[in-house]
């Protein structure tokens, strides 16, 4: 196992250098540049010649790749921000990261709790009016984008009812540990509507997954065997059927789990949170060079190692599962 | 007897040897099974609906979607304006109406990409095997660890400015011409399904891979049938079943990702509507106009729940593991 793991970690490395490599090339070719501004904004060409000399970017694109790649491996620096003057990405990172793991985790707990507990109930009474009534909320909730949930729930909650605020984030740095913010009311009062709205999706998903798995495993031989042993019915579910049929739900929460951690744009900019979503996509449209291979950097970094995860867990899951 | 007694008979015995063996195939099983499924067939029914809206759009529509009307900016619904006007007094059910075009679109035109070569990989590396086998599945594993959706955003903007610089190149040129004509979205769409035939090469291969050993194939190239004979006639029907379900399941995500392109400002040029642009600028203004958003969110959803019910059921269609007793 230990050995697998070392291989896995071994085999990230090319994947992230081609990720870098691709997304540093590829916001350097397309068109326009991070000093291009429009109208009244526009710099004198001196101004946008001078920057562009202090960000090195008159050099070819090999030497800016080898000077990014040195300050990444060397300094674990990411780099100064085009847009953002005198902040670093890395900056950004700090400051940002936090806010959309919070968010994210809670409505990834929130889509646990609700959706494992509907997908094994639907399962375990197939074809009853639980089933069908719960299968049906969670077709419902996967039917319904953030971009709807969002002001749905802002539109009653915020803005009819009063009961939340509209928007902003409830909790600021210094966090404790780097990322956990102090429970207050005011966090938890911002933090319902946006994870709700990013809880619901997930749940649903998480749901729909859940009782397709447990009805197929509930029909293999050894959960006959185990009912025919003479365990208790409990047992029969939770140790035999349920475990086994965990393996398609872990494998849909790596790639969600990267997601919901580094922040989901819709949400956060319908709440305003200013988490690291916003980012990915501002920092395209500005052609923030270092900000968009730093943030899609982290991403894939998140994303490797969730997949990494899901494929332990894929071992505990189901012993027959070896990895030698 | 005579003989035209004879052959009559033989006519009434052929029919009832026929009538007696009809078939009872694994296709038309999962057919059956489907329209027994009410809400698949719902879902099916309303996605023709979309489909008879997206294409009549310019009949059934009450105004143009880029007429505006000053006066009637923010209207409120009423008889002029069913679902009321947007911040430029433009009919939101007309904009509605037209911006299923863009959604039917990506939902066609990524699917087909994403089928067509997640159906080639999968079953060039399932028949192959061997070295091709072993090369195309690393490749999709490597791929596999690529973002998405960082992707499609950064392959979108890199669109949008190309297509507002335009090209020298003559077939380029004309591309980029039907593209504007789209609304912007074509090369996004194409570039979706580009990105999008993992899962489906995977499917595809697997299918191939339990295909190949059967009795049938052997028997086909025993025969004589060469390589591409046994892949298009005997392999292709049996692998395209789980592949168009798997499909039709995705496409809710290609809906779901234009709505969000358009959402950040990334999708369909002014003025062609789209449901994602319609909610975007119907969020902004909701605490003074919430109408502006009811529309377009009510089309999105319904769309996206009748693919879910369709892409279900046919997936338990096709299934019968899944089938209850």
């Keep these: 196992m230990t050995r697998y793991i070392i291989r896995r970690i071994l085999w990230f490395l090319p994947v992230l250098f081609a990720i870098v490599l691709a997304t540093f090339v590829f916001v350097r070719i397309m068109p326009g540049g991070p000093f291009d501004f429009a109208g009244d904004k526009s710099l004198p060409p001196s101004v946008v010649a001078n920057l562009e000399a202090k960000y090195h970017l008159g050099e070819p694109t090999w030497k800016q790749f080898a000077r990014y790649l040195y300050d990444l491996v060397v300094k674990q620096d990411l780099g100064p921000s085009y847009r953002y003057r005198g902040r670093t990405v890395n900056e950004i990172i700090s400051d940002a990261l936090p806010i959309s793991v919070q968010l994210g985790s809670l409505a990834l707990l929130l889509g646990l709790s609700i959706g494992l507990p509907a997908g094994i109930i639907a399962a375990l009474k197939q074809n009853t009016p639980l089933d069908y009534g719960s299968t049906f909320v969670a077709i419902l909730g996967v039917s319904i984008p953030s971009i709807v949930m969002g002001p749905i729930l802002m539109w009653i909650f915020a803005l009819k009812l009063n009961w939340f605020p509209v928007a902003r984030w409830g909790a600021q740095a210094p966090f404790f540990l780097g990322f956990l913010p102090v429970p207050t009311l005011t966090f938890w009062k911002h933090a319902i509507l946006p994870v709700v709205t990013l809880g619901t999706g997930l749940s649903a998903s998480i749901a729909r997954l859940t009782r397709a798995s447990l009805l197929q495993t509930i029909r293999e031989d050894y959960i006959r065997t185990a009912r025919a042993k003479g365990l208790a019915e409990r047992v029969v579910i939770v140790r035999h059927a349920l475990k086994n049929s965990m393996i398609p739900v872990v494998t849909i929460l790596g790639p969600l789990l990267a997601a919901v951690l580094t922040g989901t744009f819709t949400t956060e900019q319908i709440f305003g949170i200013p988490g690291l979503g916003k980012h990915f996509v501002t920092s395209v449209g500005n052609r923030d060079y270092p900000v968009v291979v730093g943030t899609t950097l982290l991403y894939s970094v998140f994303l490797v190692i969730a997949n990494l995860l899901v494929d332990i867990t894929y071992a505990w899951l189901d012993p027959r599962i070896r990895y030698d | ?325």
């Design chain 2, 1 to 325: 007897m005579s003989a035209v007694e004879k052959a009559a008979r033989r006519e009434k015995a052929r029919i009832a040897f026929e009538g007696a063996r009809k078939e009872r195939t694994p296709f038309g099983d999962a057919m059956r099974q489907l329209l027994k499924n009410r809400a698949a067939v719902a879902g099916g029914i309303f996605v023709i609906f979309i489909v008879l809206v997206a294409l009549l759009a310019s009949v059934i529509a009450p105004y143009g979607f880029a007429e505006v009307s000053f006066a009637d900016n923010y209207a409120a619904p009423s008889s002029k304006y069913l679902a009321g006007a947007d911040y430029l007094g433009r009919d939101i059910l007309s904009r509605t109406i037209y911006g299923s075009r863009v959604s039917l679109a990506v939902a066609f035109v990524a699917s087909t990409v994403s089928l067509v070569i997640g159906l080639v990989v999968g079953m060039v590396s399932g028949y192959a095997g061997g070295r091709i086998d072993n090369l195309l599945m690393r490749l999709v594993d490597f791929l596999y660890g690529f973002p998405f959706l960082i992707f499609v955003i950064l392959l979108q903007v890199y669109f949008k400015a190309l297509s507002r610089r335009g090209s020298g190149i003559f077939f380029v040129g004309t591309l980029i011409e039907i593209n504007n004509q789209m609304g912007g979205m074509l090369f996004i769409f194409i570039a979706m399904g580009f990105l999008n035939w993992l899962q489906m090469a995977r499917i595809a291969r697997g299918q191939v891979l339990s295909y190949k050993q059967k009795e049938f194939v052997e028997a086909a190239r025993m025969v004589g049938a060469g390589d591409t004979r046994i892949i298009f006639r005997h392999l292709l029907p049996n692998v395209l079943g789980p592949c168009i379900v798997s499909e039709t399941l995705a496409i809710p995500g290609y809906i779901f990702t234009e709505a969000f392109l358009s959402f950040i400002g990334l999708g369909v040029d002014a003025p062609t509507p789209s449901w994602g642009i319609m909610i975007s600028e119907g969020y902004k203004g909701l605490r003074s106009y919430p109408h502006l958003i009811v529309a377009p969110a009510i089309a999105l959803v319904l769309t996206v729940l009748a693919f879910n019910f369709l892409g279900d059921g046919l997936r338990d269609a096709f299934d019968p593991r899944l089938r209850g007793e």
